[in-house]
């Protein structure tokens, strides 16, 4: 079984940068997709982005394209989310989630395709 533990979130300002870390633990880390969700208060779950390790390709919702990238570091099994001009429309739950070697993510991630997940990092944006 997958233990994922992120971390990272804060508080920011509009216009500021954060990275979020996600290490993995437990397993032999025979994952493919892993991937970053987010939940506001009220709102749905929204996949933010995932990366294949098999092939490195990387996949964005369109609401953070540009200014977010997942990367990751299989030495260390830890995948990043460098989160860059942070808006006002970001803060949420941020939730690392890991699939098993048959997902290949070719898009914006859905949660119901991952199995194992994080407890959640919260980012909050404010000035």
């Known amino acids: 079984q997958v233990q994922l533990v992120e971390s990272g979130g804060g508080l920011v300002q509009p216009g500021d940068s954060l990275t979020l870390s996600c290490a993995a633990s437990?397993?032999?880390?025979?994952?493919?997709?892993i991937a970053w969700f987010r939940r506001a208060p009220g709102k749905e779950p929204e996949g933010v982005s995932c990366i294949n390790r098999s092939d490195g390709s990387r996949h964005y919702a369109d609401s953070v394209k540009g200014r977010f990238t997942i990367s990751g570091d299989n030495a260390r099994k830890t995948v990043y989310l460098q989160m860059n001009n942070l808006k006002v429309e970001d803060p949420a739950v941020y939730y690392c989630a890991a699939a098993g070697p048959m997902l290949y993510c070719d898009g914006p991630p859905t949660a119901a395709d991952f199995g194992s997940w994080g407890r959640g990092t919260q980012v909050t944006v404010s000035s």
């Open positions: 437990g397993f032999s880390f025979d994952v493919n997709a």
